[in-house]
């Protein structure tokens, strides 16, 4: 996965809260700035706004000042600067990201085999169209590390501000002044289990300021817009690249609500520092931080028909998170949707998937994972034949191989196991097989 994404959860706010004076606090903190005070506002100060109409200049900066103060209030951590808020439209969101172009196929080669072997992205559509797309109708908002700005996504044409998605997108903001939130990871796993802790803790944060809306503090209304609590809003143009983008959001928030339980903020501190290895660890709490993944390396056994993109690193991991998203949607699993724990991705220690192309654009990849124990292997095994003779209609012409003749995943496969495991071979024909890997080793 190429593409960073602010996805949070639901709706949109509205109506106003009261001008009656607060006299719990003095106007201003003796001495400066403290936590849960910022620019003229304590975390459970009435705000003087009327968003019916949506928020003006003013009205934003004071409705961001007090969610500033209650984030602050909730994470023991001081905001060093005013992080600066815009309110744009769906339209020129779109607009900005460039979702809904004609990237297609042949925008990202390399990533396109590597979400192909997922059997979540096929050979008619781009890997960079299908999470753009996707991304563009459930991002409600996102932080810029290198602006050290957020921008809120309104589905109304008044710049509408969902209190949900500043409280979580002001996390990002104490995040990136705390810690810092540059850099990229080098895989899609590492991406993903990264992304476990920056976001869960955003939801984890984002959470707990609702509860408060509901118990202790005055919160500004949220309308029904018609949004539903999963991931954001609007539809969900590829469901598979969903489920693997929003991990983070679902997992996350375990994981981090696991590691405050142990040890406070300052355990959560920690993490900034030391993220975990895994979408596996994300899922499963208590294998970090021990359990780390094992390295994969995959031999080049291509012919002189076949070469391995010019790229470092050479492959990419997906992880458990992205292989449960490919036994859910391919049928392999009953399991629920957001738990990322099935049978067939369970047991995962980890994988390397290899693209190759060859001169007249052909694309073809070798996918090795290890598996925790022979068993694991297996189910793996043959929960990817099962997907693609019964999702996919592949007959078994012979022994280990495959072969779907028609869709957007037709093209040949060589499944093989041995041991703890799995080897994974596509190219357009049999023949072009052996060409990206010998067989035999």
Partial sequence: MRRALALCLVVVLALAGCSVPFVGHPEEPPGGDTIGWENGYWYDDPVDVTTSDGLNESELEAVTARAMARVERIRDREFESTVPVEVISRAEYRNRSGAGGSAGPGGDPWNDQVWESLLLVGESEGSDEAISDTQSESVLGYYSPGQDRIVIVSESETPVVDRRTLSHELVHALQDQQFGLGGSPATQDTQLSRNGVVEGEANYI???????????????????????????????????????????????????????????????DALHGDYPDSSEQVIHPERYPDEAPVSVTVPDRSNAEWDRFDRDPVGDTVGEASIFATMYHNDRTSADRYSYVSRPSEGWAGDTVVPYRDGSGGGGYVWESRWDTERDARQFADAYRGALTEEHGASNPRGDVYVVSEGPFADAFRVVREGRTVRIVNGPTVADLDGIHRSGG
Avoid: K, L
């Avoid at 959470?207 to 609590?229: F, K, L, M, V």
């Fill in 206 to 268: 984002q959470n707990t300021y609702e509860q408060r809306c509901g118990d202790r503090w005055r919160c500004i209304e949220r309308p029904d817009d018609g949004s539903s609590g999963g991931g954001g809003g609007g539809a969900r143009d590829n469901p598979g690249v969903f489920t693997v983008i929003i991990h983070p959001y679902i997992s996350g928030p375990r994981f981090v609500d696991s590691v405050y339980e142990g040890g406070g903020w300052d355990a959560v």
